[in-house]
């Protein structure tokens, strides 16, 4: 029993505690409030003619929450006017409303809606006043709701998407309001949308300066006189310095500029990725008007013509990967930690930058390469005046597109993981003069806001007739491919900058291998230049996971690696991708409907080149041995091994020794020529003769049993976090079984449902949104999402034949 002094000590500390947090959240209500706006909505797939009347009755329409991705949901056709490449998926047009009230405490401030990214041509309006318009699927933008509201009753807010002019991608796009929406209050006086710029010009082991812009908006309607206080905290919450200045609004904007001094720095890196932050407050008099948190790093950087990358004076390469902003069977809809979740599978393999291929992203995505330690080439444009497509952004660059890059680099500056800015991919004026005209503008309008970053483009046809490298507006010349002219870049660009910009380009389906006529034998494929060519494939539409098969204007991974490895002035390179994505199967040959370029497929599962990485990017001991082990018995099998951290590595068949074998020269991998029998392949890797690391790979039975092992047990009860639950199909001794496709089915009872499903397989038709799946080399993949509430999850997976698998999980 507690004792009287002791119950009235914690009540008093709890009383204390209420008291702060009411303070607080009435220092929250007096100042900013920025709500997630994402529940509740309405949706009709098609057009209305009146959808954004107020009258528009809405009962019927579909309720869900955002963020929402349609096009995910429906069914893959050729015949879809997306096409194979943009994923064979339906576009169309959708409508979104939703109705919400604004309390009457509300009146006198100003609200905003601010959306992540709505795919595509978005039109909004509120209670029936059209807002604006957006034709740009990837960028951020915010309207003023303040003149058209009315506080303490119903408002009704409408979203016409329209992605039906395809094809407008060269990916799967996704379609509809597929990133977060927020509902952002402000009293008059405040800091504007985007209004801080952080960064650190002088920086040393001892001290940082850190300049602060903060641009105030005032809606006032009069001449207003403001304080600026910011505070920079350390990422344990020490107060570390305050900065005061004041400043006149004679207008409706003003920008307080500040410096600090931060003594000790703890410097932001790929693999020290610390963050300060800074709270500015803004106040009228005594009045607290706003509070707006900005996080920043502190870092510096530099890319040299003999030395390449270096993060502060530590020379880096940059182990990089272009991906596009599709979560696989997810599709477009952005989640936080499907997000998170690729992030750290590309962090075990040592990558440490991220391409953002080729579009701004989605916020979550920089905010996960500060908190994680990704460097990030920020894309803005895959076209400029000229098409890729019939439908594509070329239809609308030369209105929008300074709004929009200047929205993008406002969004994104304050991130110390960005530290490239790229205008362009494969800009089909490259070779033209106007290129360079274009270019000297975008970068101009970048130098306009951030002249901290270096800026490129991704060129597929970097040689001296580029006009864009030639033009002097970029600071890095970007390659795309052309990995044989790597070694001479300076003397084809004798004081430029080399960043490899888009590389690789290789092949392969997970878990399927061809023999190769020869042990190392590299294939160009397809060997015509003409994508529609089936002949150039294997009838089931595979490729084989053995490092040796690239699309013809590309190479290996092996092959890219060598010389960016070799040379100090190659600053690093942006593989060609670090996972599949929907659409753009190369060759464009249907039934495939996704990419076959990702080191990772599709589901989150590796390919075996993945082993390759880890051995040269990490300080992991690797020892990955290649392919399965069930094969006709005679047939002669390459098998090959990646590792590190050893002089050797001795196969075994069986028990009985097949050899030892080094790396020579710039070897990546050993292999062997080994005619089949059932069994164990067993390796082990020496250094100075004794054993580092030991590999097996066993024969495996027929398909037994289901295993399933999720990647988290304990998920969020908010309604948006995930479980990733890999289903294996394993024999009777627990061995994985590699030519495995039985249909799974799936149940889940309690705190969760089923999100979606996948398992690798770039031309599976089946469903993403199903119960269901059929394994695909012995692996499967369910996702589960919470559903707001608290509890057990029960998750089961059976098929005919095999044992079933039960896990449990929970939602807190």
């Not at 994680?372 to 030369?398: H, I, P």
């Not at 996948?758 to 993949?781: C, I, Q, T, W």
Request: aromatic fraction near 12%.
């Amino acid at each position: 029993m507690l004792s009287t002094k002791t119950f009235t000590l914690k009540s008093r500390l709890l009383l204390l505690a209420l008291v702060l947090l009411s303070a607080i959240k009435g220092y929250s209500q007096q100042t900013r409030s920025v709500a997630d706006f994402d529940r509740d909505w309405r949706f009709h797939l098609g057009d209305v003619s009146d959808g954004q009347e107020v009258s528009t009755t809405d009962n019927n329409w579909r309720k869900l929450n955002l963020p929402h991705d349609w096009s995910i949901e429906g069914e893959f056709s050729k015949d879809n006017p997306a096409t194979p490449e943009g994923g064979a998926l339906p576009g169309g047009i959708g409508w979104y409303r939703k109705t919400f009230t604004i309390p009457a405490a509300s009146k006198g401030k100003e609200v905003y809606i601010d959306f992540d990214g709505v795919y595509q041509k978005s039109d909004v309006w509120v209670n029936g006043h059209h807002l604006g318009f957006r034709p740009n699927g990837y960028i951020s933008f915010r309207y003023e709701l303040t003149p058209y509201l009315k506080y303490g009753q119903p408002n009704v807010i409408a979203v016409k998407v329209d992605n039906s002019s395809q094809p407008n991608s060269r990916w799967y796009s996704g379609s509809g309001i597929y990133r977060n929406v927020w509902l952002v209050t402000t009293n008059k006086v405040a800091i504007d949308h985007w209004g801080t710029f952080i960064s650190t010009p002088k920086v040393s082991k001892n001290e940082a300066t850190v300049n602060m812009q903060v641009k105030l908006h005032n809606a006032s309607g009069k001449p207003q006189q403001a304080t600026v206080t910011t505070a920079i905290y350390d990422a344990a919450g020490k107060l570390l310095k305050t900065v005061t200045n004041n400043v006149n609004i004679v207008d409706s904007s003003a920008t307080a500029t500040q410096q600090a001094k931060v003594l000790a720095p703890m410097l932001w890196s790929d693999v020290h990725p610390y963050l300060y932050k800074a709270i500015t407050k803004v106040s009228l008099g005594k009045t607290l008007t706003d509070i707006y948190t900005t996080n920043f790093g502190i870092r510096y950087f530099d890319f040299d013509v003999d030395k390449g990358f270096s993060i502060n004076g530590v020379s880096v390469k940059l182990r990089g990967v272009c991906d596009h902003h599709d979560l696989g069977s997810l599709g477009a809809a952005i989640n936080y930690r499907a997000l998170q979740r690729q992030l750290e599978i590309l962090k075990d393999m040592g990558c440490n930058a991220i391409r953002t291929s080729h579009n701004p992203p989605a916020p979550e995505l920089l905010d996960l390469c500060d908190k994680m330690g990704f460097f990030v080439m920020d894309e803005a444009f895959d076209v400029w005046e000229r098409a890729k497509k019939k439908y594509d952004y070329s239809l609308f660059f030369k209105e929008w597109h300074k709004r929009d890059l200047e929205d993008q680099i406002l969004r994104d500056r304050n991130h110390p993981s960005v530290i490239v800015w790229s205008i362009g991919n494969e800009i089909p004026e490259q070779r033209r003069p106007i290129a360079a005209d274009i270019a000297k503008e975008l970068a101009g309008i970048i130098h306009n806001l951030d002249r901290t970053r270096p800026i490129t483009t991704a060129n597929n046809n970097p040689d001296t007739s580029n006009k864009i490298i030639s033009s002097g507006a970029i600071d890095l010349a970007g390659y795309n491919y052309h990995y044989k002219d790597y070694p001479t870049f300076q003397q084809r660009y004798p004081g430029k900058k080399f960043i490899g910009t888009e590389t690789t380009s290789a092949l392969e389906t997970r878990g399927y291998y061809d023999m190769p006529p020869n042990i190392d034998s590299i294939r160009r494929w397809p060997v015509k230049n003409n994508y529609n060519d089936h002949v150039n494939m294997n009838p089931d539409n595979t490729v084989s996971a053995y490092d040796n098969v690239s699309a013809p204007w590309a190479s290996t991974h092996e092959e890219s690696w060598k010389p960016i490895k070799k040379y100090p002035f190659l600053s690093g390179m942006f593989i060609w991708t670090g996972f599949d994505y929907l659409g753009e199967p190369t060759p464009y040959t249907w039934p495939s409907r996704s990419s076959y370029f990702g080191i990772i497929d599709l589901a989150g599962f590796p390919k075996d080149v993945y082993y390759m990485y880890q051995s040269e990017w990490t300080d992991k001991t690797v020892l990955h041995l290649l392919p399965h082990w069930n094969w006709q018995t005679g047939k002669t099998i390459q098998v090959w091994a990646y590792y590190n951290h050893a002089d050797e590595v001795e196969l075994f068949l069986n028990g009985k020794s097949l050899g030892k074998k080094a790396k020579k020269g710039d070897d990546l991998h050993i292999s062997w020529a080994v005619p089949f029998q059932p069994g164990t392949l067993k390796a082990i890797s020496y250094k100075d003769g004794k054993t580092v690391k030991v590999a097996e790979i066993h024969t495996a039975g027929k398909p037994a049993k289901i295993e399933l092992v999720a990647d988290r047990k304990t998920i969020n009860a908010d309604g948006k976090d995930l479980s990733f639950i890999t289903v294996k199909i394993l024999d009777k001794d627990g061995n994985l079984v590699p030519n495995a496709d039985n249909k799974v089915d799936f149940k889940v009872n309690g705190s969760a449902f089923i999100a979606s499903v996948d398992n690798g397989d770039p031309v599976s038709h089946d469903p993403f949104k199903a119960n269901y799946r059929k394994a695909f080399h012995g692996l499967a993949l369910a996702i589960l999402q919470s559903n707001e509430k608290a509890g057990n999850i029960t998750f089961t997976a059976t098929a005919d034949g095999l044992a079933p698998a039960v896990l449990t999980l929970q939602a807190k």
